[in-house]
């Protein structure tokens, strides 16, 4: 019998790219407070691309928790620069902040996913994209916030690379997958290791 899927959020991209997958799932959103989790593991140097790995076991553990006997899909992103993470913006004040930091320089998105059944983890992954943005002046950040509105306080970056945040950068390297927080190829392949899906 194939185990049923669960993936544990409420991201629509996450979602869209295991619909457009083929993937049969529910979705259901983890109850932790990422924050709380996070903050330990920051306080005691955790690396940016670790405290993913563990947001996302921690997601896929609660959600198994409250599903037994089905293969739970837990993800997560965080955004570095070096070893400084960054968060979603407050506002657009923050979100100016955040371009300016990022403005000519590189920056890494570390996206991990991990699979739990009952409790268990079965299996974990990270992957990283390298982006580099051009350099910004504090007009064109003023104007381009201004065109993006509240958009920019939606991910941690303060911009969407699917929208008009592509015009920020010069260079990206990694997956569009990995880009979007769910590294797909490796999943599907797990997953076919598993049975969960058609191999």
């Known amino acids: 019998m194939t185990p049923k899927l669960i993936l544990a959020s409420s991201s629509p991209f996450r979602r869209m790219l295991m619909e457009n997958a083929g993937l049969s799932f529910e979705a259901h959103a983890a109850r932790i407070d990422e924050r709380a989790v996070e903050a ?3 306080k005691a140097g955790a690396k940016p691309d670790a405290v993913a790995l563990v947001l ?3 997601k896929a553990e609660e959600v198994s928790n409250r599903f037994p006997d089905t293969l739970v899909i837990g993800s997560d992103q965080t955004m570095s620069l070096g070893d400084s993470v960054f968060h979603k913006p407050k506002d657009m004040t923050d979100a100016a ?3 300016q930091a990022l403005s000519g320089v590189t920056h890494r998105l570390n996206s ?3 699979i739990v059944s009952d409790g268990v983890v079965l299996w974990q992954h990270l992957a990283h994209a390298q982006l580099t943005m051009r350099p910004l002046t504090a007009e064109f950040i003023a104007r381009h916030l ?3 509105g509240e958009r920019a306080l939606s991910s941690v970056g303060a911009y969407q690379l699917e929208g008009e945040g592509i015009q920020l ?5 990694g997956d569009y997958f990995t880009i979007l ?6 999943l599907l392949k797990k997953l076919r290791q598993l049975g969960a899906i058609d191999g």
């Open 146 to 148: 201004t065109r993006v």
């Open 181 to 186: 927080g769910l590294p797909m190829l490796p």
């Open 97 to 99: 902040s955040h371009l």
């Open 56 to 58: 996302a076991r921690a």
């Open 40 to 42: 330990p593991l920051e």
């Open 169 to 173: 950068f010069e260079k990206i390297e």
């Open 112 to 114: 991990a996913v991990a």
